[in-house]
């Protein structure tokens, strides 16, 4: 039965590898993908196929970086193979949930700082359990965890998010001064020495350091880079420069697309080299022990485990699978997309649809930056100020906000610089074979060139910043939570043994599978919601007619959301209310959306339709009034709920399905008349705006007799009148709403509207 667990137990972790590396490579893919995808350079398809090149190449690379599994962050030889075999086990199991929890948010993190961590928790605890058996002392646990490599690893990944953002800045600032926004007017001597600079960088950083490990430079190229490494460089730019001027001035070719799609296959590779140790370093470290210790006869609670120390060749077949494995997820995982679309929202040159909100923390760094800035600005001489100012003057191009999203994140000129250095500092680190967090790396360049080429400016500075520190507080919080999590898993099987192992592995597919299911759930929901359209008319005419479905789509789900309110009141069932709660708040928050793009339809229209604007403000405010009431009608029936106060009495209760009885029926003949286009039904509607009104009118006259005589409660009495009241707002509200539409409708006018690009 004994060695049959530990068969079971490598088996196990050969299935674990290949789901973290589809976990993990939904959250990486974020690393090389977001300057491609984000500048648009070149199509998604190319981008994929060239990523994948890369991910082949890089993964047979990644050898020699598979020592740090075995041997970086604890001691081997003071372990025994049952021992080594917990702390592999609760290392992958913790890394695999750790990695999709943050996918399911789409947040990047880091796989390099996951696996660090979790191998430190986890061999600290069997290291604890093994000292308080010899009742040593915590000063011990020196001997068994390898303190100076850990050290080093954890300073490098630290050290590299401030480098990595000051680099990424300085490198783009100076590109941005030299080249400008308008590249394409350049030179073509410009364009070439860029290329030439950054081919050169890659090519020397990424080919040779690289793909040293996997022997392809021996003998005279190796000994030559070695011994003259600035002729290598020279050689090297000179050559690249040459071509790409021929390149750009006879084939015509964009010499930044070239440099963009070779950094991606340079960074695919060099992220596959890099952070393949993350995916499948443990288990082959725990397929390479279970290999030594059954060929030694020892018993697994006394075989050393001194043979890891040792360099082993990773078989390439294995490599070779796992990098198959990697691009097979990077072509169909839908949470690599999400997790990609968060790096380029917050590397944006526009402000964009901002998906994080400023916090206190965000706000004093925009305010120090802003005097910092100011300061500087002191110093340097008028005239420079002024020539450096040029250089970042962005050419305006109106495009409609809702067609921004289409557009390019970012210029070629960023995504170069992101490619270039962000591989360069990686390739760096793996030729140290230090583990660094491409994650890491790759996001605060992108962050360091935002800052540099002016993207984050006062309208987007304080979303820009808190996302930035939410992501960062995440890696902080991925480091602790994985730290912790592989030592109490660690704990408990080596208390539990077998029963354990099994009772995890089966926790965590449950919650693997529960996750995959809500994920693909949220997104068929997110497809399936009506949610409301920007205006791109440009007259009333046209405004009307296309806001006729969000008007149609606002009353129904105020509808919904009213009626789901007085059903939750008369049930006092505070999990409906928290969620109808969350609908009246989030037809709020887009309804706001709209408002904020006031200032972009008001910018599109000509002389002959600015008549429009009076009517597109009047009619945000109106539904900013309607989602108002319903935000505050939610707020209150769920506070009362919540502070476990009365429920309403049964004639209130009355009353308020009558008022949602009647209400129901003008929502519905409004929502058929704005569905249909048939704007002469609204005529039937306000018909009944009277009668609607004398009825809430009459509900409030009727409690104030009841609070006189016969109430009680004054938490009941004070809910009655601000559902009765908000009511009557939001009946105006509609009224108002259905009213301008009426009177500004004329069915014999074309809507004018703008012409597609």
Not at 406 to 416: G, K, T, Y
């Amino acid at each position: 039965m004994g060695e049959n667990i530990y068969i079971f137990m490598v088996v196990a972790l050969g299935i674990l590898a290949i789901t973290d590396l589809v976990v993990g490579v939904s959250n990486d893919a974020v690393n090389f993908l977001n300057s491609a995808i984000g500048s648009k350079a070149i199509s998604f398809r190319t981008i994929m196929i060239v990523a994948s090149v890369g991910i082949a190449f890089g993964a047979m690379s990644s050898s020699g970086m598979m020592e740090v599994a075995r041997k970086g962050i604890f001691n081997p030889g003071e372990f025994v193979f049952e021992e080594i075999m917990f702390i592999f086990m609760a290392v992958m199991i913790t890394d695999i949930l750790l990695l999709d929890f943050f996918n399911t948010l789409g947040m990047p993190t880091s796989t390099t700082v996951s696996i660090v961590f979790e191998l430190l928790g986890a061999s600290v605890a069997i290291s604890l359990i093994k000292i308080a058996d010899t009742q040593g002392g915590f000063s011990d646990l020196a001997t068994y965890i390898n303190t100076d490599k850990a050290a080093e690893i954890i300073f490098g990944i630290l050290l590299s998010v401030f480098i990595a953002f000051t680099i990424g800045a300085l490198v783009q600032f100076v590109s941005r001064a030299l080249i400008s926004f308008k590249f394409q007017n350049k030179s073509k001597w410009v364009e070439s020495i860029f290329g030439g600079l950054a081919i050169t960088a890659i090519v020397y950083f990424i080919l040779v350091k690289g793909l040293k490990s996997a022997a392809l430079f021996d003998g005279a190229i190796s000994e030559f880079v070695a011994t003259q490494p600035l002729a290598f460089l020279a050689g090297n730019f000179a050559f690249w420069t040459i071509l790409s001027f021929i390149v750009a001035s006879f084939l015509r070719w964009n010499i930044y697309r070239i440099v963009i799609g070779f950094g991606t296959f340079a960074l695919a590779m060099a992220f596959a080299g890099n952070d393949l140790v993350n995916f499948i370093g443990v288990p082959i470290a725990a397929l390479q022990s279970y290999q030594d210790w059954q060929a030694s006869g020892i018993t697994a609670t006394e075989f050393n485990m001194r043979g890891l120390a040792s360099a082993v060749q990773t078989p390439t077949m294995l490599l070779l699978l796992s990098g198959a494995v990697m691009v097979i997820t990077l072509w169909f995982s839908s949470k690599a997309k999400g997790v990609v679309k968060t790096s380029v929202d917050l590397a944006r040159q526009d402000e964009g649809d901002e998906r994080f909100q400023p916090n206190y923390l965000s706000r004093q760094i925009v305010k120090f930056s802003i005097v910092a800035f100011e300061n500087v600005s002191k110093i340097v001489p008028p005239s420079l100020q002024s020539k450096l100012d040029k250089q970042f003057v962005l050419p305006q191009t109106y495009v409609p906000k809702s067609k921004t999203q289409e557009l390019p994140a970012f210029d070629l000129v960023r995504a170069s610089v992101n490619l270039m250095v962000a591989s360069v500092l990686i390739s760096i680190a793996t030729s140290m074979k230090l583990p660094l967090s491409t994650t890491y790396v790759t996001f605060m360049v992108a962050m360091g060139t935002s800052l540099a080429d002016r993207a984050w400016g006062a309208e987007s500075a304080v979303y820009r910043v808190a996302g930035v520190l939410n992501v960062i507080g995440g890696w902080f919080f991925t480091a602790l939570s994985a730290f912790t999590a592989a030592a109490i898993i660690a704990y408990l099987l080596f208390i539990g043994k077998f029963v354990s192992l099994v009772i995890m592995l089966m926790l965590a597919a449950v919650i693997l599978l529960r996750n995959y299911i809500s994920h693909n759930k949220k997104t068929k929901e997110i497809k399936a919601e009506d949610s409301l359209r920007r205006a791109e008319s440009s007259s009333i005419q046209g405004v009307i007619e296309e806001s006729a479905t969000n008007i149609a789509n606002v009353v129904k789900r105020s509808n919904r959301i009213y009626s789901n309110c007085i059903r939750g009141l008369s049930k006092h069932d505070l999990d409906f209310l928290k969620k109808n709660k969350k609908q009246s708040n989030k037809l709020s928050s887009e309804i706001d959306g709209l408002r904020n793009d006031t200032f972009y339809f008001i910018k599109n229209l000509d002389e002959a339709h600015v008549g429009a604007s009076n009517f597109y403000i009047n009619v945000m405010d109106l539904l900013t009034d309607m989602s108002q009431s319903l935000e505050y009608i939610g707020k209150v029936s769920y506070n009362h709920v919540n502070n476990n106060h009365k429920k309403l009495k049964y004639n209130q209760i009355k009353e308020l399905k009558e008022i949602d009885n009647y209400l129901e029926k003008i929502f519905n003949s409004t929502e058929k008349a704005f569905v249909d286009r048939s704007f002469e039904q609204i005529g039937d509607v306000l018909q009944s705006k009277n009668e609607i009104n004398e009825m809430v009118s009459q509900k409030i006259n009727r409690q104030v007799s009841r609070t006189r005589t016969e109430e009680s409660s004054p938490k009941n009495t004070t809910l009655y009148f601000s559902l009765l009241l908000e009511s009557r707002d939001l009946i105006t509200s509609m009224m108002e709403l259905l009213e301008l539409y009426y009177a500004e409708h004329d069915s014999s006018v074309k809507p004018a509207t703008i012409p597609k690009k």
